[in-house]
Structure formats: structure tokens, C-alpha cells
């Protein structure tokens, strides 16, 4: 495939990590993530507090955190090539860079029965906490930015509504695409 670069985003609890690790195993690409580095900086180990813990602090609202440091970096990796690149504003971040931008699209509900699951929490409160992020990411960003991160599914080559698909469904859709269109 030669050297290549795969922006992958979409809404909290998608499963965009799950899927990138996976299509960049299958590719042997890096695979990179801002928001780990972000959530890195909250003290817990459930990832749905994680990301919320640290947009509550002031680290987290500050513009040049996210410019500075989590733009900055997933920039610097994709120059490098041969990487997927997983984070909620990679679509935008890596619109010139990106070979291929992909939306992953899933229901709330099933969101928040992933997370549920994932998380150990009850999947009431794993739905607040996804509507409470998404709403507090939102707002934020398009402070930082100046647009709503949920726009960028316009922008994306492939949107993957990942709701009713395993894993192994989604990763197979994704490298159709990407043979498809690399032998076009």
C-alpha cells in the first residue's frame, strides 16, 4: 500500500480505538492516539471518566494544551507516515495529510452499552457520562476551533456506522475500502 496515512474519528464510545488498533494490526501501521495522552493525565482507569475528568480541569480547557501539545503531536506522527491516527478531531487536524479520513458512527444506545460493558458501570450512568462528554467536547472545541467536531463525518471518505457490526465487520469494511480505492 505504500506510505499512507488513515485520520479515524467519531463520537465518544464508537469504537474508533478498537478499530484503528485492529486496521493498523492488519496494515502493520503505527497506531496513535491523542486522546490517550490526554486521558493519561486523569487519575483513573475507567476510560469513560477519564476523557471527562481532565476536559473538568484547567489543563484540559486550555487551547494550548490541546494546540500545542495533542494537535501538535498527532501532526508531527502523521508527517512521519504509515500510521493510523485515532482521535476525536483527526479528521480536521489531518485534513491535508490524511490519505483517508473515516467517521465511525454509532447510536448513543449502543455507545453506552459498550461502555457499560467495557467500564463495569451501569448503563444508565455510562449514558450520561457519553451525553456529558459529547456535550462538554462539543462546547469546547468549538471555542478552541471555532467548529462542532461532529461535523467532520461530512468530511470523512468513509462513514462506518459501527451500531450493528462486530469488529471483525467494521475492520473488514475499512480494508475493502482502502483496497478498493488503492486499486482504483
Request: aromatic share 6%; with cysteine.
Amino acid at each position: 500500500m505504500g506510505r499512507i496515512v488513515i485520520a479515524v474519528s467519531g463520537p465518544p464510545g464508537a469504537g474508533t480505538s478498537s478499530i484503528a488498533k485492529e486496521v493498523a494490526k492488519k496494515l502493520k501501521l503505527k497506531y496513535f492516539s491523542p486522546g490517550k495522552i490526554q486521558k493519561s493525565y486523569a487519575n483513573t482507569k475507567k476510560e469513560s471518566l477519564a476523557a471527562l475528568k481532565v476536559w473538568q480541569t484547567a489543563l484540559g480547557k486550555s487551547e494550548r494544551f490541546h494546540r500545542d501539545i495533542l494537535d501538535k503531536k498527532q501532526v508531527e506522527v502523521a508527517e512521519k507516515g504509515n500510521v493510523i491516527v485515532c482521535g476525536k478531531l483527526s479528521i480536521k487536524m489531518l485534513e491535508n495529510l490524511a490519505d483517508y479520513k473515516i467517521w465511525v458512527d454509532t447510536s448513543l444506545k449502543v455507545r453506552a452499552e459498550r461502555v457499560a460493558k467495557r467500564d463495569g458501570i451501569p448503563l444508565k450512568e455510562a449514558a450520561e457520562l457519553l451525553s456529558e462528554r459529547e456535550n462538554i467536547e462539543r462546547k469546547e472545541w468549538k471555542r478552541i476551533y471555532g467548529f462542532d467536531y461532529l461535523e467532520q463525518k461530512k468530511l470523512a471518505d468513509l462513514v462506518v456506522d459501527n451500531s450493528k457490526l462486530t469488529l471483525e465487520q467494521a475492520v473488514n469494511k475499512i480494508l475493502q475500502f482502502l483496497k478498493n480505492k488503492s486499486s482504483s
